[in-house]
């Protein structure tokens, strides 16, 4: 069983959509739980990171985490052209070194 | 803004030949680390590096694949006999400290690795 599973989409939604994306995961000791937005041809950035369960919003974007599902989300709301672009979750474990596991990521495409 | 630089953008070698990524990590930053993304597949972790040692590696990481921090500023990944499973996007990242998750890893821009 894979440790973090994603939908790699391509996810398309118009201009001012919400959009839901989501991660499921096996590992129990996860802990920390962030999303990741990746322009093409750059590095991954950090967009949010929670700890355990619960929700977390900053501006457009909330992150949910559900611990007893395994499964968390990141929405966006009234999405932009400009948000177009691979997010990838991603999760470690408490203590040590908090090496992220990622998810193959999800293309989001955002059209005017 | 202080960013992490990766060098070369793209990199072309034959099989059985060697490599060196270079990475020049923020300029204050204490912990550094080497990604790999495989096309199409997940970003992976292979090894993180401190105090000029590797802290932590992952299996993927083997006698093939070495690391340096040669000058206290470049911090290169070098595999000496690639293989064409060696193609993939590598990321550095670094951070400034360690102390509790709430400290970033910065990613470079990725060097393209393709083997022939």
């Known amino acids: 069983q894979k440790e973090v599973e994603q939908d790699p989409g391509p996810l398309s939604v118009p201009e001012g959509a919400i959009v839901s994306l989501n991660c499921t995961y096996s590992n129990s000791a996860f802990q920390y739980f962030m999303w990741y937005r990746q322009y093409s041809r750059k590095g991954p950035e950090l967009l949010m990171y929670?700890?355990?369960?619960g929700n977390k919003e900053d501006g457009r974007f909330t992150a949910q985490v559900d611990k007893s599902s395994k499964y968390i989300s990141l929405f966006i709301r009234d999405s932009q052209p400009s948000d177009s672009a691979t997010y990838l979750c991603a999760m470690s474990s408490s203590g040590g070194s908090y090496i992220p596991t990622f998810g193959r990521g999800t293309s989001l495409i955002v059209h005017p | 803004e202080p960013e992490v630089t990766q060098t070369p953008s793209h990199q072309v070698t034959q099989m059985g030949q060697e490599v060196i990524l270079r990475c020049v990590p923020i300029?204050?930053?204490?912990?550094f680390y080497w990604y790999r993304q495989i096309l199409g597949q997940k970003v992976e972790f292979l090894v993180s590096?401190?105090?000029?040692?590797?802290?932590?590696k992952s299996e993927i990481f083997d006698d093939q694949f070495s690391v340096e921090r040669p000058d206290g500023s470049n911090f290169t990944l070098k595999i000496r006999s690639t293989k064409l499973e060696d193609s993939a996007m590598y990321f550095c990242?670094?951070?400034?400290?360690?102390?509790?998750?709430?400290?970033?890893?910065?990613f470079g821009p990725g060097t393209r690795l393709t083997v022939l």
């Open positions: 990242a670094s951070k400034s400290t360690s102390g509790g998750f709430g400290n970033e890893q910065f």
């Open positions: 590096f401190y105090n000029n040692e590797i802290s932590e």
């Open positions: 300029s204050n930053h204490l912990y």
């Open positions: 929670t700890y355990s369960s």
